[in-house]
C-alpha cells in the first residue's frame, strides 16, 4: 500500500500526522509530507490501518492510498 498527498487539496491540519506520526511529517514551513523514506513506496504492513485511518480522517480528502 501506498500514501501520498494531493498537495493542491492539503489544508496543512496536522491531523494524518497526529494519528499517524511514523509515516506523516510537518514541515517547519507548514506543509505535510509523507515522510521520504516511505514516498513511492508501499509502507509497512503495521502501519497500514493507521494510515487508512488518517486517509479516512483528513478533512480535505488529500491523502491517496494505492493498494
Ligand atoms: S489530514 Fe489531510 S488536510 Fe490535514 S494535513 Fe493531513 S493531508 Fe493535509
Do not use: Q, W, Y
Amino acid at each position: 500500500m501506498k500514501v501520498s498527498i494531493d498537495h493542491s487539496k492539503c489544508v496543512s491540519c496536522g491531523s494524518c500526522v497526529a494519528i499517524c506520526p511514523e509515516v506523516f511529517e510537518m514541515k517547519e514551513d507548514g506543509t505535510v509530507n509523507v515522510k521520504d523514506e516511505f514516498k513511492e513506496k508501499n509502507i509497512p504492513k503495521e502501519l497500514e490501518s493507521k494510515a487508512r485511518e488518517a486517509h479516512d480522517m483528513c478533512p480535505a480528502t488529500a491523502i491517496v492510498i494505492v493498494e
